[in-house]
């Protein structure tokens, strides 16, 4: 594992870090789009006084704080594993490129001493799951995970009330940021009640508490879309339904599921779901670099 120096630095100084995943720039929007926003995002972190950390695979060679060149050349390359937690040895003795989804970044973080992590929308139980019996290994690895994962609920394609008990079972604490519905990443709300927090100081004692008791796993900290950005939930869902059938049509199954659905989504909405997409990651990364810098003091 390659840790860049301006991360070591901070690991060894106590300094605020939030980890960020590399899928997001490999598999979750168009290039230029996806080098740009990486970036712009980073910079979010660093203007709120914390450090980024985009985790992703070069070569073989796991790196903890990719460079704006890697960051180019990840987001540029043509043959780009996505990685889960299991895939990661297969990348590494491939000598592969790979960028890490939410439980690999997860794994990965963790292993480095970073805490605090910040996404879009974490994995979930797919619809039509007794189907496919499609269940994302982010929710499996946020039980495992000391750390805390800022996200806009759980991506609108999934089973979100599947998704929230399969949570519950896991055991990850789930607490809605300044809300106490579950957000639906386009949307503000699901109908779904959560216990809520109110800042970034409540979020760090929930999380040294739980250290206190040494009770495994994530504490998952669901932050809604800014309104301005939101889309409602009705014409999300009418999008969705087209875009699954388009994906039974073709045969889209495994991981190729999810990037397929997120591209359909931005078609058939004119690109209104990639603006939402870029403005809930933008603001998910501000409450991570908020919650990292309390849990430094």
Same mark, same amino acid.
């Given at each position: 594992?390659?840790?860049?120096?301006?991360?070591?630095?901070?690991?060894?100084?106590?300094?605020?870090?939030?980890?960020?995943?590399?899928?997001?720039?490999?598999?979750?929007?168009?290039?230029?789009?996806?080098?740009?926003?990486?970036?712009?995002?980073?910079?979010?972190?660093?203007?709120?006084?914390?450090?980024?950390?985009?985790?992703?695979?070069?070569?073989?060679?796991?790196?903890?704080?990719?460079?704006?060149?890697?960051?180019?050349?990840?987001?540029?390359?043509?043959?780009?594993?996505?990685?889960?937690?299991?895939?990661?040895?297969?990348?590494?003795?491939?000598?592969?490129?790979?960028?890490?989804?939410?439980?690999?970044?997860?794994?990965?973080?963790?292993?480095?001493?970073?805490?605090?992590?910040?996404?879009?929308?974490?994995?979930?139980?797919?619809?039509?799951?007794?189907?496919?019996?499609?269940?994302?290994?982010?929710?499996?690895?946020?039980?495992?995970?000391?750390?805390?994962?800022?996200?806009?609920?759980?991506?609108?394609? +999934?089973?979100?009330?599947?998704?929230?008990?399969?949570?519950?079972?896991?055991?990850?604490?789930?607490?809605?940021?300044?809300?106490?519905?579950?957000?639906?990443?386009?949307?503000?709300?699901?109908?779904?009640?959560?216990?809520?927090?109110?800042?970034?100081?409540?979020?760090?004692?929930?999380?040294?508490?739980?250290?206190?008791?040494?009770?495994?796993?994530?504490? +998952?900290?669901?932050?809604?879309?800014?309104?301005?950005?939101?889309?409602?939930?009705?014409?999300?869902?009418?999008?969705?339904?087209?875009?699954?059938?388009?994906?039974?049509?073709?045969?889209?199954?495994?991981?190729?599921?999810?990037?397929?659905?997120?591209?359909?989504?931005?078609? +058939?909405?004119?690109?209104?779901? +990639?603006?939402?997409?870029?403005?809930?990651?933008?603001?998910?990364?501000?409450?991570?670099?908020?919650?990292?810098?309390?849990?430094?003091?």
């Amino acid at each position: 594992m390659k840790i860049s120096e301006e991360v070591k630095d901070a690991l060894s100084y106590n300094r605020p870090i939030v980890a960020l995943e590399s899928t997001i720039i490999a598999h979750g929007m168009p290039y230029p789009k996806n080098i740009e926003v990486a970036i712009e995002v980073e910079q979010i972190i660093r203007e709120e006084g914390a450090i980024p950390a985009t985790i992703g695979v070069i070569k073989g060679e796991i790196i903890v704080g990719l460079s704006k060149a890697e960051i180019e050349y990840i987001g540029s390359a043509k043959e780009v594993m996505k990685l889960s937690t299991r895939e990661i040895p297969i990348c590494i003795m491939r000598k592969n490129d790979g960028a890490t989804a939410v439980s690999a970044t997860s794994f990965i973080a963790e292993r480095a001493g970073i805490k605090v992590f910040a996404t879009g929308g974490a994995g979930g139980v797919h619809r039509e799951v007794f189907k496919s019996f499609d269940i994302s290994r982010d929710l499996d690895e946020l039980s495992l995970r000391n750390i805390i994962l800022v996200s806009s609920g759980t991506k609108s394609i +999934l089973d979100i009330p599947k998704t929230i008990e399969y949570l519950e079972t896991k055991g990850v604490i789930v607490v809605g940021y300044q809300t106490d519905e579950f957000p639906a990443f386009y949307s503000r709300k699901s109908n779904i009640k959560i216990p809520g927090v109110n800042s970034p100081e409540e979020v760090a004692e929930i999380f040294k508490e739980k250290q206190n008791l040494s009770i495994k796993g994530a504490i +998952l900290v669901a932050n809604p879309i800014p309104e301005e950005y939101e889309i409602p939930s009705p014409i999300v869902e009418k999008w969705i339904a087209l875009a699954l059938a388009d994906a039974r049509r073709q045969d889209i199954h495994g991981k190729q599921v999810t990037p397929f659905l997120l591209s359909k989504l931005v078609e +058939l909405s004119n690109g209104k779901t +990639l603006t939402a997409n870029i403005h809930l990651m933008k603001n998910n990364a501000k409450v991570a670099a908020l919650i990292a810098k309390e849990l430094t003091k």
